[in-house]
């Protein structure tokens, strides 16, 4: 416990410093700091966050021109790496480390001192008793030194008195706990400096390896270089997916599984496994994870002679849980160019009144709804263009229609058709390497240990003195001292005097004389 | 049995603890109405110890109401009996629930709800073997009854198998710690509300609710629940880091579910330094317990419904 000092005026530049920590590493300021780190965190849940949702908070400013900016500059869309969270952290592990630092020197240097002697009149401590015991003085003694030991207290033993003391592992496991908080905070830096996280789509037979092109979007610490990726490769051989189909919870997925074909490096031998939702395929450190899924409607393209311009099966992102998903063909070397926005919905709406909206996740009926626009796509202007968009601003539609798989539709301007020959899924994996999370969970679980050593281990302080009255009887006094939340000190004492009247237990008796 | 027939049996036992619950709460509403003010209120928070003969007699000092009206305390019991009575058939409701989908029945909120409400009553019933808690009775019963009403009126959904997500050892580990927590936290929240009344009234030289322990004792009587319960929390959140870890990829991602599960751990964390604060000891350390419990409440009730969270699952 601490007691803060009153505070005096500061004194010139020094003075303020040592007045200014002396405050940080106040426990009143550790308070505030936790509260402020609690109220901080806040925001982060309530507005969606660039690190877990961009596209959400791309939305979120363009629907609310005013706040929107403001808020972003404010940091309320990367609250947890925006300067006043981190501002509010460091500060508190700053107050951490100068509370906890002096507190190591003061607890070695209270474990290396012996027990405090025996005060003066034992009997006026809040928790004592006196008792007469049936053997010499000497013996009694001899008794409670047993006790003691046995029991692992640390001592000190004069003529006619022992003072004793037991439970420095509470500030120990204290310590302990604090000091673990920094280790993790060290395994999250080392996290984010020296560890990488990637996304990819991969169509069922298509292969993917690990190199920096590959990935649909990649992001790595401050330290993390592209040497760094190891060059593992993988093959998405089938992805298995199941929904629900009872009246509970219909749609959600009830399998969802990849299989995949690995090799550790170019040269290696291929290795197959089955990569779940729970079960991430670990390589050299880092691990694939199995994250999403969707279809790709498989298209093929031909020009007015029946030519073949595109054949190939196209990834449409879900909207939904449904899987209403949305995806674009683009055909840029046809003259004027060629281009499809498509919805894709696995199972097609009963009445078309509903549109084009999924009712099932599952490919019950399968439709693809198409627009074909022609004219200049945009490419020539040189901005790297989304797979996922149709530039249309410079087009012209020239059509909409509806295709089941097998089905055909002849463009209305007679200049090809489009053909819808199936479809094929696709796996999102993420790839991660986080070197420092060994590093948080070592640190997590001294913190619990520490955490439960120093909330369950009760510190306390036991005297005892004999004085002999008679030829083999001896008055024991025994007085014991505990922080107000270790009210089972009386229980303990009961247990010594047990001990040294060398009676049987008495710990059932005490409870008769319970209220 | 079948399918329909364990169904069935599962929520007709979640309805007979409601009804068996709602008796408790009656007879734990007369208990507190019949008291009368204690006259000369003795607490001693010093054992007392009594020469017998050559040796002497420590008596241990209690966390109990020392004394009641025998109506009171009659009702009261049958409060106690009802509130076993009713635990019992939850528990039978929420294992053959499980039975029933074939899996931990911790799938979505109607099961996390009636899990919850056992967590709750069963933290009750565990204290009230070591201590009389009679007097916690109403305050108990209350905050089980609305959540097992919420649970079988807007959250209840038929069972059906667990999400891919959900599919782990992890969850067993990490949801069974959160639900004794949710017990705890709960049972806190309740000891620590009391303090703050009983403070009020010693304040003004009253009594207080009879009935109920001094506001000291409420006091130590959180710290000890909440001694318990903090350590068993941050067990929970970091099994809910390393299913995390197995799942997405990531141990911590700032998910608004993993947020306020940070946010109540922090305020928990800030009320055990509150308790060793000068200023900070008395209703001020109630507070923030009562605020971890409403973040806790806040993760549970808000962020599964209102949020979009990769947390939030089909079905509510
Ligand atoms: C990241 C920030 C911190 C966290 C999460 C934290 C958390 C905790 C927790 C959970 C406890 C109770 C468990 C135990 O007794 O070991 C505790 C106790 C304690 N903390 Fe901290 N702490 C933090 C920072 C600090 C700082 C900055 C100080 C110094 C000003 C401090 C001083 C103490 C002291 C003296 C205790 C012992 C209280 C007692 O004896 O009951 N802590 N802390």
Redesign the pocket.
């Known amino acids: 416990?601490?007691n803060e000092a009153p505070i005096l005026p500061p004194m010139g530049t020094l003075g303020f410093l040592r007045f200014a920590w002396r405050q940080l590493?106040?426990?009143k300021?550790?308070l505030i700091?936790?509260f402020l780190?609690a109220v901080a965190s806040v925001p982060g849940s309530i507005f969606p966050q660039r690190g877990n949702n961009p596209l959400r908070v791309n939305e979120w400013i363009a629907e609310s021109p005013t706040f929107g900016p403001i808020f972003d500059t404010l940091g309320f869309f990367d609250v947890y790496s925006s300067p006043w969270f981190a501002a509010v952290?460091l500060l508190?592990?700053l107050?951490?480390?100068?509370?906890?630092v002096p507190?190591t020197q003061v607890h070695w240097r209270a474990m290396l001192a012996p027990p405090p002697p025996v005060p003066r009149n034992l009997l006026r401590l809040p928790q004592s008793l006196e008792f007469e015991v049936g053997a010499p003085a000497n013996v009694v003694l001899e008794r409670a030194n047993t006790y003691f030991t046995s029991r692992r207290w640390r001592l000190v033993l004069t003529e006619t008195s022992i003072a004793a003391e037991k439970g420095f592992l509470?500030?120990t496991?204290?310590l302990l706990?604090?000091f673990s908080?920094i280790l993790i905070l060290v395994g999250v830096a080392v996290g984010g400096l020296f560890g990488w996280k990637g996304n990819v789509i991969v169509r069922e037979g298509q292969g993917f390896a690990n190199t920096l092109t590959q990935y649909d979007a990649w992001g790595g610490g401050r330290f993390t270089g592209a040497a760094r990726l190891s060059p593992f490769s993988f093959t998405l051989d089938e992805f298995n997916v199941d929904f629900e189909r009872g009246v509970a919870q219909r749609g959600s997925p009830s399998l969802f599984e990849a299989d995949v074909t690995y090799r550790r490096s170019p040269g290696a031998v291929a290795e197959t496994t089955r990569v779940e939702v729970n079960s991430p395929l670990a390589i050299d450190g880092a691990k694939v994870f199995l994250v999403g899924h969707g279809y790709a409607p498989h298209i093929v393209v031909r020009d007015a002679n029946g030519v073949v311009s595109f054949d190939d099966s196209v990834v449409f992102l879900p909207q939904d849980g449904n899987f209403t998903s949305t995806g674009v063909v683009k055909i840029p070397d046809s003259d004027p160019q060629l281009g499809f926005q498509g919805i894709f919905v696995p199972t097609a709406p009963a009445n078309n009144l509903r549109g084009p909206v999924s009712t099932f996740p599952g490919p019950d009926d399968p439709t693809v709804f198409l627009s074909a626009w022609r004219g200049d796509m945009g490419l020539d202007a040189g901005a790297p263009q989304s797979v996922y968009r149709l530039e249309t601003a410079a087009m012209e539609q020239i059509g909409i229609a509806a295709l089941r798989p097998g089905q055909t539709w002849a463009l209305p301007d007679g200049s090809g058709s489009i053909e819808l020959t199936g479809f094929e899924r696709w796996a999102s994996f993420q790839i991660a390497f986080d070197p420092g999370k060994e590093i948080a969970l070592a640190g997590a679980i001294l913190a619990m240990t520490?955490?439960m050593?120093?909330?369950f281990i009760r510190r306390r302080r036991v005297w005892l003195s004999v004085a002999s009255i008679s030829q083999g009887v001896t008055v024991v006094q025994l007085a014991g001292l505990a922080?107000i939340e270790s009210a089972d000190l009386p229980g303990e004492l009961q247990l010594i005097r047990a001990a040294v009247s060398d009676l049987p237990d008495i710990v059932s008796e005490k409870t008769a004389t319970d209220v | 049995m079948s399918a329909t027939a364990l169904a069935g049996a599962s929520n007709a036992a979640v309805y007979a603890s409601m009804l068996t619950l709602t008796l408790a709460m009656v007879a734990f509403a007369i208990s507190f109405a019949s008291g009368r003010r204690r006259s000369g209120l003795t607490q001693s928070q010093v054992p007392v110890v009594a020469a017998v003969g050559s040796t002497a007699v420590l008596t241990k000092p209690t966390l109990d109401a020392p004394t009641e009206d025998d109506a009171g305390r009659k009702s009261a019991n049958i409060g106690m009996s009802f509130t076993w009575l009713g635990f019992v058939l939850l528990l039978v409701g929420v294992v053959l629930r499980g039975v029933w989908a074939g899996r931990v029945p911790w799938g979505n909120m109607y099961e996390f709800s009636i899990s919850a409400a056992v967590g709750i009553l069963g933290a009750f019933l565990i204290v009230s073997l070591r201590r009389d808690v009679r007097w916690l009775g109403l305050f108990i019963v209350i905050p089980t009854l609305l959540t097992l009403g919420l649970a079988v009126t807007v959250l209840y959904t038929e069972a059906a198998q667990l999400v891919p997500a959900l599919k782990s050892y992890w969850l067993v580990i990490h949801v069974a710690a959160a639900i004794i927590c949710a017990g705890a936290f709960t049972l806190a929240a309740a000891t620590a509300s009391l303090s703050l009344v009983q403070a009020r009234a010693e304040r003004r030289g009253k009594v207080g609710v009879v009935k109920v322990p001094s506001a000291e004792k409420l006091r130590t009587l959180t710290y000890r629940i909440l001694?318990f319960a903090?350590p068993l929390w941050?067990f929970a959140v970091v099994a809910g880091a390393i299913w995390a870890e197995n799942a997405w990829g990531r141990y911590w991602g700032w998910d608004p579910k993993e947020t306020w599960a940070f946010i109540t751990?922090?305020i928990?964390?800030?009320y055990?330094?509150a308790?060793?604060t000068v200023g900070w000891r008395g209703d001020r350390a109630s507070w923030v317990a009562i605020a971890g419990w409403a973040a806790f409440i806040i993760n549970y009730f808000g962020v599964n419904i209102f949020v979009n969270s990769l947390h939030s699952y089909s079905g509510v």
């Open positions: 416990m601490i590493t106040s426990m300021t550790a700091l936790l780190l952290y508190l592990f107050s951490l480390i100068g509370c906890v507190r509470r500030e496991g204290n706990f604090h908080l520490g955490l050593l120093s909330l922080r | 001694a903090f941050t751990w922090v928990f964390a800030a055990l330094h308790r060793s």
